[in-house]
């Protein structure tokens, strides 16, 4: 996982979810790529998916229970975890987890 990302593009707007208990701020690189840069605060979430995502774990940690499991993982920082496309995830969190998110066409 980058430490760093230069030469991006930042959507000043941040995408603000559940009463702001999650917020990210998309941004592109020269690539194209799209990428949020966010934090959760802790609590139990649900999110779903329209495409294909990458989770990197930057600091805290969370426990995830992907889509098709049964069993809760945790990750921390330094790792991560793919969530398919057109699916939900489960995640509790106990302390702010800040995260970088990558959106991977299939």
Do not use: H
């Not at 194209?32 to 600091?59: C, H, S, W």
């Not at 921390?76 to 496309?85: A, D, K, L, N, T």
């Not at 969190?93 to 299939?106: A, M, N, P, R, T």
């Amino acid at each position: 996982m980058k430490e760093k990302f230069e030469n991006v593009t930042l959507v000043s707007k941040a995408n603000v979810y559940l009463d702001g208990k999650v917020t990210s701020r998309t941004f592109f690189l020269p690539s194209g790529e799209r990428k949020t840069a966010g934090i959760f605060l802790p609590g139990e979430y649900e999110f779903g998916t329209n495409e294909a995502e990458i989770m990197d774990v930057v600091q805290g940690s969370a426990e995830v229970l992907l889509p098709g499991e049964t069993e809760w993982k945790k990750f921390g920082p330094g790792e991560c975890f793919r969530i398919p496309s057109k699916s939900s995830f489960k995640l509790k969190i106990g302390e702010v987890l800040d995260y970088i998110c990558s959106y991977i066409k299939e």
